[in-house]
């Protein structure tokens, strides 16, 4: 058997190659997961463009899926055998931190991008390499109607579950989303299933025209409209119950907050770009009781409910997949991604062997 495999290494800025490593051995514990597909994430992106910083070499990927080909002799195989498909989810939790233990598992105080996972011998999320060692407590089962690039998209789902749940969206609220990249699309889903009339604020028009073929008719352009007036016009001058702003813009930010309703959610889910402070009312949050929270990553629950989302069909997530590149072109999907208009572009691994996928 081989004992090196192929893995999208950074070596530094805008520098990734396919290079041979040493493939991870599995614990007791463990199981081998031959990895199959690998999403390319936003923060997979500024680390190449070196506005993620991390120490090189490192192994970028965390949106992963693949198939089991080996058990370690303590993992219990009436629940996961060689031939499982499976997605990979929070690998870089330890487990045992309070965060953790709380179910914060992607606030782990633990967590470092100087940490190495899945048993390899270079640091990083380990997601572009063709083989992980996996403990079992990260793998989440997918049912057989789902393809492994389609799986691929349970990590960037459960964020948004995450943050959906957070926001406690109900039976006929009003949702505002605002940027309808793939995060904001997700929004847009998932606070329609809960049975919301969602409004879209998004200046691109062919986003514009993808968000209407999704059956999303209430959008709004900000280049071209006030938004917060808009958004107050549209809902009969009270504002929204929700509002989640996925874009990185710090001035978005305070937009988001006017546009709330009395008793308005307000959740920040992007990053921040740079983070540049903003300016709010403290009255008006007091006065109007709006709540203003953040959410960031997922945790093991929201793997399970992302998982289910997809599995049974509730969610397609075929319209977000811009293409698909093998390992050997990971350069070509990288520039492909980063290109505003593409939604996920995803890495295929391990089909030489196998055409499964
Ligand atoms: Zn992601
Ligand atoms: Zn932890």
């Given at each position: 058997?081989?004992?090196?495999?192929?893995?999208?290494?950074?070596?530094?800025?805008?520098?990734?190659?396919?290079?041979?490593?040493?493939?991870?051995?599995?614990?007791?514990?463990?199981?081998?997961?031959?990895?199959?597909?690998?999403?390319?994430?936003?923060?997979?992106?500024?680390?190449?463009?070196?506005?993620?910083?991390?120490?090189?070499?490192?192994?970028?990927?965390?949106?992963?899926?693949?198939?089991?080909?080996?058990?370690?002799?303590?993992?219990?195989?009436?629940?996961?055998?060689?031939?499982?498909?499976?997605?990979?989810?929070?690998?870089?939790?330890?487990?045992?931190?309070?965060?953790?233990?709380?179910?914060?598992?992607?606030?782990?105080?633990?967590?470092?991008?100087?940490?190495?996972?899945?048993?390899?011998?270079?640091?990083?999320?380990?997601?572009?390499?063709?083989?992980?060692?996996?403990?079992?407590?990260?793998?989440?089962?997918?049912?057989?109607?789902?393809?492994?690039?389609?799986?691929?998209?349970?990590?960037p789902l459960s964020c948004v579950?995450?943050?959906?749940?957070?926001?406690?969206?109900?039976?006929?609220?009003?949702?505002?989303?605002?940027?309808?990249?793939?995060?904001?699309?997700?929004?847009?889903?998932?606070?329609?299933?809960?049975?919301?009339?969602?409004?879209?604020?998004?200046?691109?028009?062919?986003?514009?025209?993808?968000?209407?073929?999704?059956?999303?008719?209430?959008?709004?352009?900000?280049?071209?409209?006030?938004?917060?007036?808009?958004?107050?016009?549209?809902?009969?001058?009270?504002?929204?119950?929700?509002?989640?702003?996925?874009?990185?813009?710090?001035?978005?930010?305070?937009?988001?907050?006017?546009?709330?309703?009395?008793?308005?959610?307000?959740?920040?889910?992007?990053?921040?770009?740079?983070?540049?402070?903003?300016?709010?009312?403290?009255?008006?949050?007091?006065?109007?009781?709006?709540?203003?929270?953040?959410?960031?990553?997922?945790?093991?629950?929201?793997?399970?409910?992302?998982?289910?989302?997809?599995?049974?069909?509730?969610?397609?997530?075929?319209?977000?997949?811009?293409?698909?590149?093998?390992?050997?072109?990971?350069?070509?999907?990288?520039?492909?991604?980063?290109?505003?208009?593409?939604?996920?572009?995803?890495?295929?691994l391990n089909e030489s062997d196998?055409?499964?996928?």
């Amino acid at each position: 058997m081989m004992t090196t495999m192929n893995a999208a290494v950074f070596s530094g800025i805008k520098q990734l190659d396919v290079e041979r490593i040493d493939k991870p051995k599995i614990k007791d514990d463990e199981v081998l997961v031959k990895l199959k597909a690998c999403a390319l994430c936003t923060w997979e992106q500024r680390v190449f463009t070196g506005i993620n910083k991390v120490h090189f070499p490192f192994i970028g990927g965390h949106e992963e899926s693949g198939i089991i080909v080996d058990v370690g002799p303590k993992v219990d195989t009436d629940l996961w055998r060689v031939g499982t498909r499976v997605v990979v989810g929070l690998l870089t939790s330890c487990g045992y931190c309070d965060n953790c233990r709380t179910g914060h598992e992607g606030s782990c105080t633990r967590f470092s991008y100087e940490n190495h996972v899945g048993g390899l011998n270079i640091r990083g999320m380990g997601g572009l390499a063709e083989y992980l060692a996996v403990p079992v407590t990260k793998l989440f089962k997918i049912g057989d109607q789902l393809t492994y690039e389609e799986a691929a998209l349970t990590e960037p789902l459960s964020c948004v579950v995450h943050s959906v749940d957070t926001a406690k969206v109900e039976l006929g609220d009003d949702v505002v989303v605002i940027g309808a990249g793939i995060m904001g699309v997700f929004h847009a889903i998932l606070a329609r299933e809960r049975g919301a009339r969602v409004i879209i604020s998004e200046p691109d028009e062919n986003r514009q025209k993808f968000l209407k073929q999704l059956g999303f008719d209430d959008l709004i352009n900000p280049k071209t409209v006030d938004p917060v007036n808009t958004i107050k016009t549209l809902i009969e001058g009270n504002g929204a119950d929700v509002v989640f702003d996925t874009l990185p813009i710090s001035p978005v930010a305070e937009q988001a907050v006017s546009m709330a309703a009395i008793d308005g959610r307000v959740i920040l889910y992007s990053s921040f770009h740079p983070d540049t402070p903003i300016s709010i009312s403290p009255h008006t949050l007091h006065r109007r009781m709006t709540k203003l929270m953040g959410s960031a990553n997922s945790d093991s629950s929201d793997f399970l409910k992302a998982m289910k989302l997809l599995n049974n069909g509730t969610v397609d997530v075929k319209p977000l997949i811009a293409g698909t590149v093998p390992l050997s072109e990971i350069n070509k999907g990288m520039l492909w991604a980063l290109k505003p208009e593409t939604y996920r572009v995803i890495v295929r691994l391990n089909e030489s062997d196998d055409k499964s996928i």
